[in-house]
């Protein structure tokens, strides 16, 4: 009767326990569903869901399986292009209430172990899985992931999904013969996962701890054995399956075109006939000689590689010349380079140089081969001869982290470590204070306290004491490491992207940590495997230097879903903790115990509660419009030249998507540097023509032109003409090269006169029109892409227009020194031959205030910018491009008395930015000017916001002055940049005979004076 009886109330625990997990299921799921982006947001995810939906190459190291399953989710849009990105993202939330999911049940499971028959009668260990995976739900990162079509939300699911089943596998193995097909099923999972993100690669050392710790007596021996085993295997799986599969399947293709003189793919087609033999041999082996070990091994081997095969539909895709067609992956061979990620560079890890170490010589590097056609076999291209720098032994050392050449990494080093000589090796100690004081601390525990203490707000932190710092909401706490809390200003007080959590996450999962590895150390250990190699490993590996162009904290949500997992632990205990208390005290424990730990539903909550306003990304179509408004800034059929990921991937994005201004051909400066890229630029693509590049292949493939250097032979004050120049370029002939080393092209004259063929440009008064553009190339090398510019210029004679994206930089060298012929329209200068340099604020371009005032007034969309939707620091960051625009377009209406479109243009400008949508800053002092100028209504609005402004710096430095001198340092460039546009504001304030101008005077000066004081 008693065996019944616990059968029943187990039976009912099981029900309670299903419904709890897909209670939480939906529960993740509908967060993710209200809160996700509508359309395509900023950084990849414009690439990925544009090559997801016409299956295209994106960049290495490829994401194939996510592709094709996105491409699934983008049939559900039905046909309706404006919603593929909907679907996209919403697979992207439902993958990752699919990780809570299952976060819930491996939590429950390894919950289930520590706790008594009798507390699985009360169902704690369902709550405690229920208060980690919610608390994993809403963490900061997670959340940020699931919302938009990226590769990490469904990278997470494998994590979680391979993790869950090797828990399977252990429930199972002592009592199904057959619990080893979990095993086989994790291989394949993780062939799988290679073609989403490698990151999945890192839950292997914790499947082989738990195999030990199930299979094996434990030993202090067999467990440093397993430990290393489980980094080799690691290790075998990522250098040399993934990588040396490909290139033994490249070397057979080589060796059997070029030596043997067989077609194409004839190597590599041998190469994987004699792969499946062997496989198949060792099955039949293994089976009739009864090893089963041996058996479940290579059927696990075998299903890895099945997994992996899903990189064959990039090759597949790459060969059908898709628009998108990052590194042309067409064979073996190119698919190497591709899953090398050779094109980002390389880093040291173990061993290596430091910023400052001398290269003493060139060592030669693996040659490149590229399909030749025409002569049916594979040829060199690069042959890399001197390309791999040999640095000075005596400058090099162990484990370095202070590796960059890039004066920006070697400031920050001095910052980071205090560096006082720069020509001297650091000392290991200054490397290590490096590592952990950036990397480790900056890099990682800084993104773990955001998700599991709290986060300052949603600026990009570089170590300063204002932005993006982790924070927990005891002033008293945060005041010792960030300064005041108090009196903070508007913009830092009102930060959607602060969030305080009080440390309670955190606690509960230090808690579950030291309670876990009380009860079950082995558990313990294999959890903090995964804890550690999604986390800290990834730091290691990265060795990442300072000013990233963004922040990283997605990169490490595996770790932080493990330390979820104890935050579920650490309800149970709790649960001992009180039981023990309440016994003590001869009270009945466990209806107050169970009470106490119920409040602990309060974390997930507190953590929903401060993460939804910045995590809210519905009604903001921002990326998608601002995209857009790139594309309505140029004319039909025009060259649009991009640099970076949000200039260029959203276009991407609404051009293969939504097939808008296909006409227009974006040109990535980033990737014009490549023969591969140059290549696909010059074929058509929809409504666009090829780009009008004139080289042949043969002159700019790799290894070809990469760089041109400046050599003086005493004709640098000859002005060449353009087509002279690139014929010097272009030419082969010995004496248009130069060895130091090995070969360079070179040119000897920096001076560059343009051709203007006017009958080319379509323009009502040509009379304005220069003969010609004179061009002083301030630089001593020429990289390719900028060859290709000055060919393309040639080439095109004025055919189509030429544009460059604003926001590809600021500096001359940024625009090949054309800048000085720019015409800002909208988001865009068009390259016009007229004169025009730069004003004194040192804005770029001419205006014509028709172009411009129909952009920025009646064609643009905003995408709900003055809406009641969340903006984070990208968005905030393009509005600035805006005000400067409308500023711009304002000036020079007023100086062609079209004065009431000038008042139009502030006030819209106002309208569309408001001061409590986005902050006030240094923007707006041109909008006071403009203001001014119109007399009333305008003076008002501009003593107005003169009144604000004067507000805004003020409590800025009253905040930033109140810090303790020990730590003032950490902003004194906020300090510096207030009072320099409070300087500005108190002349504009005093010119403009302001009220109170005497006010704002007096108190710059006294601002002023205690900044001397410092």
Known sequence: MNKELVNKQNKKIDRIAKISGFIVFFIALL????????????????????????????????????????????????????????????????????????????????????????????????????????????????????????????????????????????????????????????????????????????????????????????????????????????????????????????????????????????????????????????????????????????????????????????IIRSNANTPIDENSPEDAVSLLSYLNREQYGFSPLLHGQYFNTEVKDYADGNPVYIKDKKKKKYIISDDRKSSIPIYDSDGTGLFPRMWSRDQRHIEAYQDWVDLKNLKRKPSFIENLKFFFSFQINHMYFRYFMWNFAGKQNDQQGHGELNNGNWMSGFTFIDEQRLGPQKNLPEHLKKNKGKNTYYFLPLILGLIGLFFHLQKNPKDTWSIFLLFFFTGLAIVIELNQTPYQPRERDYAYVGSFYAFAIWIGIGVLGLYELGHNVFKNLNISAKKPT????????????????????DHDRSARYTAREFAKNYLKSCEPNAILFTMGDNDTFPLWYVQEVEGFRTDVRIVNLSLLNTDWYIDQMKRDAYDGAAVPFSLEREKYKQGTRDVAIFIDKGASDTRLQLKDFNKWIKSDRPETKI????????????????????????????????????????????????????????????????????????????????????????????????????????????INTDVLYHMLMEDYQWGNLNGNIYLDETNIRMTMNFRNNFSRLAQQLILENKRDSAQKVLDYAMILMPGEKVPLNYFIHPIIESYYQLDNPGKEKAQKLIDDLYNIYGSELEYYFSFPIEKIGGVSMEILKNLQFYNQLVEIAITNNHPNSNVIQQ????YYRQFLQL
């Open 31 to 314: 967060t993710y569903t209200l809160t996700m982006e509508p359309t395509n947001s900023w950084w990849d995810c414009g690439e990925y869901i544009a090559t997801a939906y016409k299956l295209q190459v994106g960049h290495p190291p490829g994401a194939p399986l996510f592709l094709l399953i996105a491409n699934l989710f983008s049939q559900l849009a039905g046909g309706d292009v404006e919603k593929v990105a909907l679907m996209i993202n919403f697979m992207s939330a439902l993958f990752s209430a699919g990780t809570i999911f299952l976060l819930f049940w491996t939590t429950k499971r390894i919950a289930d172990k520590l706790v008594s028959e009798n507390a699985k009668e009360t169902g704690l260990s369902i709550l405690a899985a229920i208060i980690g995976s919610l608390a994993y739900a809403f963490s900061d990162s997670f959340w940020f992931s699931a919302v938009e079509g990226e590769v990490y939300a469904m990278s997470s699911f494998f994590t979680a999904l391979v993790f869950w089943a090797i828990i399977k596998w252990e429930a199972e193995t002592n009592t199904n013969p057959k619990a080893n097909r979990w095993l086989i099923f994790i291989a394949f999972l993780i062939g799988l996962s290679i073609g989403v993100h490698m990151l999945s690669l890192l839950v292997i050392p914790a499947i082989v701890l738990i195999y030990y710790f199930k299979k094996f007596s434990f030993s202090f021996n067999g467990f440093i054995i397993a430990n290393i085993f489980a980094v080799l295997l690691l290790g075998f799986i990522y250098n040399i399956i993934i990588p040396q599969f490909v290139n033994l399947a490249g070397k057979f293709e080589i060796f059997f075109v070029n030596e043997l003189s067989l077609p194409f793919n004839s190597g590599t087609i041998l190469f994987f006939t004699i792969t499946i033999s062997i496989i198949i041999s060792a099955l039949v082996l293994s089976k009739k000689h009864e090893k089963p070990h041996i058996n479940t091994v290579v059927l696990a081997f075998t299903f890895l590689l099945i997994g992996y095969m899903s990189f064959f539909t990039l």
């Open 594 to 613: 169970l009470a106490i730990c119920s409040l602990t539903l309060f974390v997930p909550f507190l953590m929903a509660s401060e993460g939804w306003d």
């Open 739 to 846: 060895n130091i080393g090995k070969d360079y092209d070179f040119f000897y004259t920096k001076k560059i006169r343009i051709p203007v063929n006017k009958d080319n440009i379509e323009l009502e008064n040509k009379d304005m029109l220069l003969d010609y553009l004179d061009i002083d190339l301030n630089t001593t090398q020429l990289e390719k892409k900028d060859l290709m510019i000055l060919d393309l210029i040639d080439t095109n004679d004025w055919e189509r227009p030429i544009y460059f994206a604003i926001t590809i930089g600021s500096s001359s060298r940024s625009f090949l020194y054309l800048d000085k012929y720019f015409q800002l329209d909208g988001m865009v200068y068009k390259l016009m031959p007229t004169a025009r340099g730069r004003n004194n604020n040192g804005d770029i371009g001419s």
């Open 1003 to 1006: 108190d710059f000066q006294e």
